[in-house]
Each structure stands twice: as C-alpha cells, then as structure tokens.
C-alpha cells in the first residue's frame, strides 16, 4: 500500500506549529506525497489565525515544491447542532474541510450529544473529514456513527499525532475501525503534523491499520484520483483543480 496523500496538516499560521507551507511540501515532496492539506485552525481556536488567513489561500499556487496543495481548514464543531467555526464567505472558498472536536469549543457532553453533533456536522455537504474522532473525552456509539458516515460519504481519519500522543487510546481507535470496516466507511491516514518532520509519518496509525486490516480499497490516501474528484465535485465554489496538470 503506497499513502500519497497528507490530508490534515498545520503551518506555523496555528501558532502551537512551528513550519512553514514550504517546508512541509518539501518534506512531502521528499516523502513521494503527491497532495497535502493545508488545515490550519479556523478562528474560534485560541491559536487560530484571523480568518482571513484562511479565505487568502487562494493566492498560493495549486503545486507548490511539486506537491498539490489543497487549501483547507480543520474546523471547530462548536454545538450539538454541528454548527462549525468558519465564516460563510471563506467556507465557499476551500478545498479541504476537516471537522474536530476540541475542548476549548466543545466541552466534552455525553455520548448521545456526541453522536448528534457527529449526525449534524454529517448533513454539511462540505466537510470532507471527521478528525480525531477517538480522542478521549468524547465517547459515542462507534457502529451508529459509521452508519451515518456510510449515508452521508464522510470520511474518517486514523490521526497519527492524536495516537502518538496518548490523546487516543488506541483500543478506541481500533474499535472505531472495526465499526468502519463493517459499514464500508472511506478513511484517511493523516498525520496532523505540527513540525514538517512529522508530515507523511504514520507509523503510528500504520499498526492500527494492519491490527484492524482495514481493506485498502477504502483507504483514500492512496488514491489520487479519487481525492481530487472530491474537491472538484464536492466544492463547487472552491478553485477547481485541473486533474491532468496535476498528474504532470
Ligand atoms: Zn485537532
Ligand atoms: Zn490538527
């Protein structure tokens, strides 16, 4: 199985990360990732930029170092209702959404509330990916929620910094994706870097993947067609990306 793509990555823009856009896509570059996603933090964070730092990205080249970019954000999930933290006008404007719960934001609630917020953050035709969903805190029902995952397309990502950090338990992670696996639930491995050292490193989430033998098929990390057909199809306001420019 060969991962081309880095889907959940921060620049020093997130004030707790310490590399620029240009290391980590030479990092990728050096690492044969073909795409990355830049997802810094949206403006509620407190390390967050001002949101303008989001709605500009459009101003940087869709390659950059030989690496495609996708201009992303990893958003807050602020209620039960799966309201995010991303302004009407800039939402339009990105590639890449990813969706997390983060203390600050979202105080850990039960597992029903969880589970609402994770069905209405589903009903948003815009988020791409759900991050770190096994992080402690934030228990729900695995098996209900890969079903709704199914239903709406959204896909899950196995975080490596998350696990690395003991922020996962990593019994949770494999339960969660054995859930996954019996609903037939597209993934991605990202690696949630905050150094560029960290981009494209996820021998963390590697293990959990072959414990769970998660079938690759719906691993989409390795499919770089699939990813930016996504972006294309599913963010029609974003700047479209020109498939064959991009397979060079
Ligand atoms: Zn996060
Ligand atoms: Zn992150």
Not at 51 to 59: G, I, P
Request: proline letters at 5%.
């Amino acid at each position: 199985m060969k991962i081309i793509a880095d889907l959940h990555t921060h620049t020093l823009a997130s004030s707790h990360a310490y590399s620029t856009i240009t290391e980590n896509c030479e990092i990728a570059r050096d690492r044969q990732l073909k795409v990355i996603a830049l997802t810094d933090h949206a403006p509620l964070m407190p390390d967050a930029p001002h949101e303008w730092h989001a709605a500009n990205q459009y101003v940087l080249p869709q390659t950059i170092r030989g690496v495609c970019v996708l201009k992303g954000i990893e958003a807050d999930i602020v209620n039960t209702d799966g309201d995010l933290d991303i302004p009407d006008y800039v939402i339009g404007k990105l590639q890449w959404i990813v969706a997390s719960f983060h203390e600050p934001l979202f105080p850990p609630l039960s597992a029903d509330d969880h589970l609402a917020a994770i069905e209405n953050v589903c009903k948003n035709s815009l988020v791409d990916v759900f991050g770190h969903l096994t992080a402690s805190g934030y228990p729900f029902d695995y098996s209900e929620a890969a079903k709704l995952f199914t239903k709406y397309d959204k896909i899950v990502e196995l975080n490596e910094a998350s696990i690395r950090s003991g922020a996962t338990k990593k019994i949770n992670a494999v339960r969660l994706f054995e859930a996954c696996k019996k609903e037939g639930v597209k993934i991605a491995v990202d690696s949630d870097a905050h150094y560029c050292e960290r981009i494209g490193d996820f021998s963390a989430v590697c293990e959990i993947l072959n414990e769970v033998k998660y079938p690759e098929e719906l691993i989409i990390s390795t499919d770089f067609d699939y990813i930016i057909n996504r972006v294309n199809q599913n963010h029609p306001s974003a700047p479209k990306i020109e498939m064959t420019a991009m397979r060079g």
